[in-house]
C-alpha cells in the first residue's frame, strides 16, 4: 500500500485551514496530520510532525511564512514547503523560492486544484500558478535567444529536475545538462535557480500544465 502524504497546514485563519484541510482530505493519497495558526507554530509542529508537505500562507501573524519556510528547511531539508497567497507580485514570488519553497499558488483561483499541487510538490516538482505567467508564450526570436534544446532543457528544470534527471530524460550526459544550465542562465541575466524559474514562468517561456 503507498504511503500517504502527509501535511501540515499553516494559515492563520481557522474558516481557511477547514476548507483546505476538506480539499485535501477528498484525495485518498492526501493525510492532514496538523494545523498551524502562526508561523512559529508551524516551525514547531513542522519538527515534531515531520510532514512530506506544508501547506503555508505567506501572510502568517509573528514570524512570516517566508522565516517559518526558512527556519522549516534549515532544520528539514526534505520538507517541501508549497506557498499560498492572495498576492501575485513578482518580488513575492521571487522571495518565496529563493526561501526554498517547492510552488507558490494564489488562494483565490477559481481552479485551484489544492491536492494536485501538493501531491506534485511531494514529488519534487516545482509548482507555480498559472496566473503568475505571462499571457502570451513567446516563441521563435521572442524566446531571448534559446534554442530548442535550450527551451527543453529549461522546462524540465522549472518541473523540478535535477541534472542528472534532466540527463535521463533526454538522453544526454550530465554534464552537457550542466554547460545547458549555464548558458540558459547566462543568457537570460539570472544566477539563481530560483530566479531562473520565476522569469520563465512571468515571460511564458515554459508551460505550466
Known amino acids: 500500500m503507498t504511503e500517504k502524504i502527509s501535511v501540515l497546514l499553516a494559515d492563520d485563519h481557522a474558516l481557511v485551514r477547514r476548507g483546505f484541510r476538506r480539499l485535501l482530505e477528498d484525495d485518498p493519497s492526501i493525510v492532514v496530520v496538523g494545523e498551524a495558526s502562526t508561523g512559529d507554530e508551524a516551525v514547531r509542529l513542522a519538527a515534531s510532525l515531520k510532514p512530506r508537505v506544508v501547506v503555508m500562507d505567506c501572510a502568517m501573524p ?3 511564512g517566508l522565516a517559518a519556510t526558512r527556519n522549516i528547511l534549515a532544520a528539514h531539508p526534505d520538507i517541501a514547503i508549497l506557498m499560498l497567497s492572495m498576492h501575485s507580485e513578482d518580488t513575492l514570488v521571487r522571495q518565496a523560492l529563493e526561501a526554498g519553497a517547492r510552488g507558490y499558488i494564489l488562494k483565490d483561483a477559481l481552479d485551484l486544484d489544492l ?12 509548482v507555480l500558478d498559472a496566473k503568475l505567467a505571462g499571457q502570451t508564450a513567446l516563441k521563435g526570436e521572442r524566446a531571448h535567444g534559446l534554442t530548442a534544446r535550450e527551451l527543453e532543457v529549461l522546462q524540465l528544470i522549472c518541473d523540478g529536475l535535477s541534472n542528472r534527471a534532466i540527463a535521463a530524460r533526454l538522453d544526454l550526459s550530465v554534464n552537457t545538462v ?4 549555464a548558458n540558459i542562465m547566462e543568457r537570460l541575466g539570472v544566477h539563481k535557480t530560483a530566479e531562473l524559474v520565476v522569469y520563465a514562468i512571468q515571460h511564458g517561456l515554459v508551460s505550466l500544465l
Open 115 to 126: 491536492a494536485r499541487a501538493v501531491q506534485r510538490v511531494a514529488a519534487g516538482e516545482t
Open 62 to 64: 509573528g514570524t512570516s
Open 178 to 181: 550542466a554547460v545547458h544550465r
